[in-house]
């Protein structure tokens, strides 16, 4: 994993890796600050280093200004920038995000769309898992899709809808993912 064996230098792989749950787990005891300093700390992070990075990483998380606010008080989108900004505190080559848009306001997905690209500008793998195919086919290079997990289709955003779409099923609007992934998996509503 990113060049480490794994399991003999599983500790050292992890180290390169930033991870978003799907639903947050901030410590509600800790301010936005201590959040990003207690975590940092499991990489082994000096405070220090981990006090020089906090403001830079609560400002791209549009929190810039509430090191000391309660986690009690922040809206879910604030919620999630916060999580994307502690993903962030080790300064990963690879960003595993699992759904991080579930549940955001129109305006909280966008400055996370904004912030996903920013760091992809960085030279950032991302690794990202979503039922918004929108979000895929903005963010995406390559697109892995899974039906019960079974791969089922992969290629580009562009690729996929080409091959598996290339006529829309609605004159008003062009083939987009949403219709590859409806066309490969079906219509039917699912458990």
Known sequence: ??????????????TRIGVVPQFDNLDPDFSLAENLLVYGRY???SD????????????????AGKQRGNIRTLSGGMKRRLTLARAL???????????????LDPQARRLIW???????????TILLTTHFMEEA?????????MDHGRS?????????IETHVPVSPDP???ANLEDVFLKLTGHELRD
């Open 114 to 124: 904004e912030r996903l690209r920013e760091l992809l500008a960085q030279g950032k």
């Open 43 to 45: 990489f082994g992070l």
């Open 152 to 160: 089922i289709a992969e290629g580009t955003p562009r690729a996929l």
């Open 137 to 145: 086919e903005r963010l995406c290079d390559r697109l892995l899709i």
């Open 1 to 14: 994993m990113l060049g480490e064996p794994v399991p003999a230098r599983g500790r050292e792989a992890r």
């Open 48 to 63: 220090a280093v981990l006090n020089a990075r906090i403001p830079a990483l609560l400002a791209f998380a549009s929190l």
């Open 172 to 174: 008003l609007r062009p």
């Open 89 to 103: 505190v080790n300064d990963p080559d690879l960003l595993v995000l699992d759904e991080p848009t579930t549940g």
